[in-house]
């Protein structure tokens, strides 16, 4: 016996109802529901599509499918670092090397001034404050969306939040490094201002990627990763 589209459709409800939000995960639980609900009743052909779906669902565990759930989330983690890394080596070709350059040397110099803590924890500040208002925007635009019931993808999802949730965490180690400790890089051994100017300077490159140039390139990223994505978004 096969599922009807109408119960296929019940599938994609029911997976939503037990917290699965994102359409390719979604898709592929109901993938998997599909299947093994014909292969019960091949063996209980009287049980009824309610029934059949239950007793699949138990298949899943006490945790139903939030173990599924967390796999694909690692996986799409691991697909987004190669994004960024990938965006992150274009960036060192000329010309664009050449302005690395200055942004590093603006840094070794600048710490190296008396008193750089405090412009330091200013600028983080004013990062960590943009992070925090360009993260609720973009969790109120998904609200918006579920609401709506519009499918949304796994990546398209982390495209915006998981940038805030790395780069708003790396700028508050920082704000709270440095303000805890009372760092005074006009002290610090030449060194570590060469070290600690090469970090910020990655640090900056990687903000720039997440903030601007991943946006800008995410509609052709999805279609990249999902081929149905030009489809389902125009239903």
């Excluded at 138990?58 to 694909?72: N, S, W």
């Excluded at 109120?140 to 609401?147: A, G, N």
């Excluded at 999802?157 to 805890?180: D, E, P, Q």
Aim: charged share 25%; hydrophobic share 45%.
């Amino acid at each position: 016996m096969k599922l009807t589209e109408n119960q296929i459709e019940e599938l994609y409800k029911f997976t939503r109802k037990h917290y699965v939000y994102h359409y390719d995960v979604q898709s592929e639980l109901v993938d998997h529901l599909a299947n093994d609900i014909e292969e019960i009743w091949v063996a209980q052909p009287l049980l009824t599509f309610e029934q059949a779906r239950d007793l699949s669902f138990k298949k899943f565990g006490v945790f139903g499918f939030m173990d599924v759930v967390e796999e694909k989330q690692k996986q799409m983690n691991k697909r987004y670092w190669k994004i960024l890394l990938r965006f992150a080596k274009e960036w060192f070709t000329v010309p664009k090397i050449i302005l690395t350059f200055v942004i590093f040397l603006s840094f070794f110099m600048l710490l190296q001034i008396q008193f750089s803590e405090y412009f330091f924890l200013g600028l983080l500040l004013i990062l960590i404050t943009y992070e925090m208002i360009a993260g609720y925007k973009i969790r109120k635009e998904h609200k918006v969306k579920e609401k709506k019931e519009e499918k949304i993808f796994l990546l398209e999802a982390m495209l915006g939040t998981t940038k805030n949730s790395y780069t708003g965490f790396a700028f508050v180690n920082l704000f709270n490094l440095v303000n805890l400790t009372r760092l005074d890089f006009s002290n610090l051994n030449i060194y570590w201002v060469f070290i600690i100017s090469i970090v910020l300077t990655l640090l900056c490159i990687l903000f720039y990627v997440s903030n601007y140039v991943i946006p800008q390139k995410a509609e052709e990223l999805l279609q990249e990763t999902y081929p149905e994505y030009k489809i389902v978004k125009n239903l």
